[in-house]
T-cell receptor, first 114, second 111 residues
Framework: ETGVTQTPRHLVMGMTNKKSLKCEQH?????MYWYKQSAKKPLELMFV???????ENNSVPSRFSPECPNSSHLFLHLHTLQPEDSALYLC?????????????FGPGTRLTVL | EDQVTQSPEALRLQEGESSSLNCSYT??????LFWYRQDPGKGPEFLFT???AGEEKEKERLKATLTKKESFLHITAPKPEDSATYLC????????????FGQGTRLTINP
């Protein structure tokens, strides 16, 4: 595996379900991110992790719960979601640091909430 | 507040017909401006990073340029496989690693 991988690629869940999205990066990076991409809207940053520590939460509802056990893995735990949470969820990673920091994206998980 | 506006929203060209996409931005100190390409149902694919006004970068039929207020992505003699949505994003000097994205330009190249 190379780059940034995400599983599952597609997920359908009911509003009362609990599910998790997984992201793994094989680039040796120190920072990982979750983004949400809804139709007709720009990509929205959700969470940032640096060296496993959460450094940014972009006012995301508590029904989204991130977890970063190490610098290579990132999870997004989902519970009691709403239909408006249906979107493409993208994971990204970057080297981290003080300069311009290129982020590399995974293929995304297409989430549908019924 | 940092903002990115891309135009046009959609562009349809004939194969070989060159054109440019625009990305206008306002940011409190620019750390970097990024261009990505996104195919339907896939994640954004990195194209270029530009750091300062006057900088240019090229890759195959694509050339990105940067001024203090906007960036252009020039597409020369495009082919149908260049059809995609092109995303522009900025990273501010303040605000750590946050990227602020525009809405993208959906480019279609007809054979």
């Amino acid at each position: 595996e190379t780059g940034v991988t995400q599983t599952p690629r597609h997920l359908v869940m009911g509003m009362t379900n609990k599910k998790s999205l997984k992201c793994e990066q094989h680039l040796g990076h120190n920072a990982m991110y979750w983004y949400k991409q809804s139709a007709k809207k720009p990509l929205e940053l959700m969470f940032v992790y640096n060296f496993k520590e959460q450094t940014e939460n972009n006012s995301v509802p508590s029904r989204f719960s991130p977890e970063c056990p190490n610098s290579s893995h990132l999870f997004l735990h989902l519970h009691t979601l709403q239909p408006e949470d249906s979107a493409l969820y993208l994971c990204a990673s970057s080297q981290g640091g003080s300069g311009a920091d290129t982020q590399y994206f995974g293929p995304g998980t297409r989430l549908t909430v019924l | 507040e940092d903002q990115v506006t891309q135009s046009p929203e959609a562009l349809r060209l004939q194969e070989g017909e060159s054109s440019s996409l625009n990305c206008s931005y306002t940011v409190s100190g620019l750390r970097g401006l990024f261009w990505y390409r996104q195919d339907p149902g896939k994640g954004p694919e990195f194209l270029f990073t530009l750091y300062s006004a006057g900088e240019e970068k090229e890759k195959e039929r694509l050339k990105a340029t940067l001024t203090k207020k906007e960036s252009f992505l020039h597409i020369t003699a495009p082919k149908p496989e260049d059809s995609a949505t092109y995303l522009c994003a900025v990273q501010a000097s303040q605000g750590a690693q946050k990227l602020v994205f525009g809405q993208g330009t959906r480019l279609t190249i007809n054979p």
